[in-house]
């Protein structure tokens, strides 16, 4: 712990400045531009660096971290490849409006720009991918930089920023001080809704029929899922939340509706085209959400809070824009509400017709096995309690509608970016913030490998990160899409030929590993796994190879009309 | 329909770039941008001509805006201003034009600031329409070179 006013080298700087950020752990690989951050972090005690495998490993780890628990991940890498490696996770980070703080060592001041070894230019490279991001060029700057790093990572709508350190500034003496407080002129986020905005929101609501919560990531980052249980089931309006928001409601509450849009639920979908009053809360009208845009709520007078003004009217022109905190929004809501109720069991009915008309089911076979069956057993083994992350493609849908989540920074997916290889890292990531609750991870045999390497992350750390192996040896979206818009031309999606023995390679890296290939052995799989915790443990569940995902809403289509089943592809309802 | 739109920004290296890129990603127009300190030297502002539709251009003002090195964002479009534009425009000179050159540089009030034998080098200050037209009418005399500033733009005084 050092004082204002002592003297410092840049790469005390550096870890002083963590300190009071109150940073628990930098995910993170040494190099070249950081040896004097590395020489410095021997005597570091109080902060942990956790050693990755893979640059973009640090960034989903930092992610996992950041999502699991609602504080910034840092990452800290080194100049040139090391920095380039982290830019499909900021990527990542950004269109899911996570908070990180990204730290890359650079070349010396003298010679950036000279093509030198190890040089790239991260800050121009980042530009577009980042919130924000400095190149630190004097070390009397460095402190007030990570500052204003973490305060614009973690304020307004969050996301990645990045600090660029040369090794000069690391390895220069100056004063510390530690700025008291930030002031960026550019950046003042309305954190406080209009008032007149949240009045007339409640008097839409208070005369609506048919009204229907849309609720996006935004309520989990403001910490607002108590006061959105609270207006719904006061209100009696059902919710449907987006990849990002579930968890934001509790999934096992009758005025849940699940996730809407391309692989949402049936009813969530005719919900949004039939309502008459559509509230948006914390989400951005994503093109997997909305469909085609023309058809989308066009009966619904719509509501849109959102603390980024970008997102309103961006995709979809809304009729009552209110910008602002989503805590701050439903907060005050709840405060105008007038006392009078409409009474809309009739609307609640017409959602539970559809809910019955087709509903999420799956058939059990003896001697086969299908994803939703493990990912309803492993929902049913936690209660819904798990922190439960995602890699990208069919099993992601399906734990989507399958895990019912029942607390909010309990699903962690790449939704935006779609970035297989997400999975595994964050999981790690997730382990290391949370202990109190399983963190369970599904991922694609193709995602896992793209990122196996962090396997010795959660070994080397003892994480008991469940990995639960959805392998069904196909890239199996894209196989999905081949065969029902591509001529059934499977071109480069079998993996069958290629994958390694998967319960092979999770020994070889020290971690327990078994396989299952039927609902019993599934069962006991999944129970025996729950109840490891001295480390890691693989399951490769081997499924049904061409299972599709359904329903289904053909990209650019209306979300009313769902492709429910692969044996009637031509039916739509 | 065009919009002229007045940004302060944080005089700091990448800034342009920052503004350049965004409309780049984002696949709005950039018709014209001009870059210069105010008389406070950690801020410039920029003048920047775009084109769309209401419901675009809202989305390139909230975009702005969002940038962290942005301070204010002002669509003059519909508000009094004025706008200028600097044209540097080199011509071909013989004995025969010449004459017609000087006539018609001064009804645009242009300056001249180089001339020899075979070319001559006129400046002329004034809105974006009216350079236009100066280009076109001086065009038959054959344009060497021609260099334009791009827009700047200011509000008018209150009365």
């Given at each position: ?17 963590l300190r009071r950020e109150k940073v628990e752990y930098i995910f993170g690989y ?14 570091v005690e109080d902060i942990e660096h956790i050693l990755v495998r893979h640059e973009q490993g640090a960034t989903h780890m930092a992610e996992g971290y950041a999502r699991a628990t609602g504080r910034p991940g840092v990452v800290l890498v ?8 982290t830019?499909?996770g900021i990527?990542n980070a950004y269109?899911d409006s996570t908070p990180l703080v990204v730290f ?45 790093a973490f305060?614009?990572a973690t304020n307004?709508?969050p996301g990645p920023v ?55 990531g935004?309520v989990i980052s403001a910490d607002a899922s ?18 990002q928001g579930l968890g934001a ?129 492993v929902?049913?083994?936690t209660?819904g309690h798990a922190v439960v992350v995602t890699d ?7 734990t989507?509608?399958?895990y019912?989540f029942t607390e909010p920074r309990s699903i962690i997916t790449s939704g935006?970016?779609?970035t297989?290889g997400f999975g595994l890292p964050s999981a790690i990531g997730a382990a290391f913030g949370v202990t109190d609750r399983p963190v369970v991870l599904f991922s ?7 990122n196996?390497?962090e396997l010795v992350t959660a070994v080397y750390n003892r994480l008991p990160v469940k990995i639960f ?61 729950l109840?490891y915790n001295e480390g890691p443990v ?36 | ?159």
């Amino acid at each position: 712990m050092h004082n204002n006013g002592d003297k410092l080298i840049g790469s005390e700087i550096f870890f002083e400045c963590l300190r009071r950020e109150k940073v628990e752990y930098i995910f993170g690989y040494p190099g070249g531009a950081l040896l004097k951050v590395y020489e410095t972090l021997h005597d570091v005690e109080d902060i942990e660096h956790i050693l990755v495998r893979h640059e973009q490993g640090a960034t989903h780890m930092a992610e996992g971290y950041a999502r699991a628990t609602g504080r910034p991940g840092v990452v800290l890498v080194t100049s040139g490849p090391g920095a380039t490696n982290t830019v499909t996770g900021i990527t990542n980070a950004y269109m899911d409006s996570t908070p990180l703080v990204v730290f890359t060592g650079q070349v010396p001041s003298s010679l950036i720009g000279n093509d030198a070894f190890q040089e790239a230019d991260i800050v121009g490279i980042t530009r577009p991918i980042t919130k924000h991001n400095f190149l630190v060029k004097d070390v009397r700057e460095l402190a007030s930089t990570i500052r204003k790093a973490f305060f614009l990572a973690t304020n307004g709508r969050p996301g990645p920023v990045l600090v660029d350190m040369p090794k000069d500034v690391l390895n220069t003496e100056c004063v510390f001080e530690w700025p008291e407080s930030v002031d960026i002129r550019g950046f003042k986020p309305t954190i406080k809704c209009h008032a007149n905005q949240v009045q007339k929101a409640a008097r839409m609501i208070a005369k609506a029929m048919r009204p229907l919560f849309y609720v996006g990531g935004g309520v989990i980052s403001a910490d607002a899922s108590e006061e959105l249980r609270k207006i719904a089931i006061d209100q009696q309006i059902p919710v449907t939340m987006t990849l990002q928001g579930l968890g934001a409601f509790p999934g096992d509450h009758p005025l849940s509706m699940g996730m809407l849009g391309m692989h949402g639920t049936y009813w969530a979908n005719q919900a949004v085209s039939n309502c008459d009053l559509l509230i948006a809360v914390g989400a951005r009208f994503d093109d997997r959400v909305t469909g085609k845009v023309d058809t989308f709520a066009t009966h619904a007078y719509k509501i849109h809070n959102d603390i980024d003004p970008t997102n309103v009217d961006k995709n979809i022109k809304v009729d009552l824009p209110v910008v602002g905190d989503s805590k701050d929004f439903l907060a005050t809501l709840i405060e105008a509400m007038p006392k009078t109720k409409e009474d809309r069991s009739a609307w609640l009915d017409e959602i539970e017709a559809w809910r019955r008309q087709c509903p999420l089911d799956y058939t059990i076979e003896p001697d086969s096995l299908k994803t939703e069956f493990v990912i309803d057993e492993v929902s049913k083994q936690t209660r819904g309690h798990a922190v439960v992350v995602t890699d990208v493609g069919q099993h992601q849908m399906w734990t989507s509608q399958y895990y019912k989540f029942t607390e909010p920074r309990s699903i962690i997916t790449s939704g935006g970016l779609g970035t297989m290889g997400f999975g595994l890292p964050s999981a790690i990531g997730a382990a290391f913030g949370v202990t109190d609750r399983p963190v369970v991870l599904f991922s694609g045999d193709g995602g896992l490998m793209m990122n196996i390497q962090e396997l010795v992350t959660a070994v080397y750390n003892r994480l008991p990160v469940k990995i639960f192996l959805i392998n069904n040896s196909y890239l199996g979206m894209v196989r999905q899409w081949q065969e029902l818009f591509h001529q059934e031309k499977y071109t480069f999606t079998d993996l069958a030929a290629s994958n390694p023995d998967f319960v092979k390679v999770a020994e070889a890296f020290g971690c327990k590993a078994m396989s299952a290939s039927n609902p019993e052995s599934a069962r006991k799989a999944i129970t025996e796994a729950l109840a490891y915790n001295e480390g890691p443990v693989l399951v490769d569940f081997r499924v049904i190879r061409k299972d599709m995902v359904f329903p289904m809403v053909p990209a650019g289509g209306s979300i009313s009309d769902m492709l429910l089943a692969r044996l009637n592809p031509k039916t739509m309802v | 329909m065009k919009h002229l739109i007045s940004v302060l920004v944080e005089n700091k290296f990448g800034t342009l770039n920052r503004v350049a890129a965004m409309f780049s990603a984002r696949g709005f127009n950039l018709e014209s941008i001009s870059i210069g300190e105010t008389e406070d030297p950690e801020i410039s502002r920029m003048t920047i001509v775009t084109r769309g539709e209401d419901r675009i251009i809202s989305q390139v003002l909230k975009q702005l805006n969002r940038l962290i090195d942005t301070i204010k964002v002002t669509d003059l479009t519909h508000q009094p201003h004025v706008e200028r534009e600097l044209l540097l425009l080199s011509l071909k000179l013989n004995k025969s034009t010449q004459h017609e050159i000087f006539e018609l540089a001064n009804v645009f009030k242009g300056k001249v600031v180089d001339i020899k034998q075979k070319s001559i080098t006129i400046e002329f200050v004034g809105s974006p329409d009216k350079i236009n037209t100066a280009i076109d009418l001086f065009r038959p005399f054959g344009i060497r070179e021609l260099a334009r500033s791009g827009a700047v733009a200011i509000h008018r005084g209150e009365s």
